[in-house]
């Protein structure tokens, strides 16, 4: 069966960086677009950046361009997204999920905090 794990949250100070990670499997992760989104307490669900099959980046929100960096590793079937620079605003719950316009499987999330 399809399985996204998310890893990599943590608590960082402003301006700090992390490096989240999210391991897929029961699924060929190198035909698939990829996508990072955020959810913010209280607010709804964010799209932070998408990276096509073959590794090219499609865009990041704007809030979060050169300070955000999405990869992906196909023979190892995990997609990262590392994270400088980073903002109290940019505290959420972060999810991988598989797809571009939509997005069929999810991760179960993993929790960015920024804070001093």
């Known amino acids: 069966q399809v399985q996204l794990v998310e890893s990599g949250g943590g608590l960082v100070q402003p301006g700090g960086s992390l490096r989240l990670s999210c391991a897929a499997s029961?699924?060929?992760?190198?035909?698939?677009?990829m996508t990072w989104v955020r959810q913010v307490p209280g607010k709804g669900l964010e799209w932070v950046s998408t990276?096509?099959?073959?590794?090219?980046?499609?865009d990041y929100v704007d809030s979060v361009k050169g300070r955000f960096i999405i990869s992906r590793d196909n023979a190892k079937n995990t997609l990262y997204l590392q994270m400088n620079s980073l903002k109290p605003e940019d505290t959420a719950l972060y999810y991988c999920?598989?797809?571009?316009?939509?997005?069929?499987?999810w991760g179960q999330g993993t929790q960015v905090t920024v804070s001093s």
């Open positions: 029961g699924f060929t992760f190198s035909s698939y677009y």
């Open positions: 990276i096509r099959p073959g590794g090219d980046t499609i």
């Open positions: 999920a598989r797809g571009r316009m939509g997005y069929d499987y």
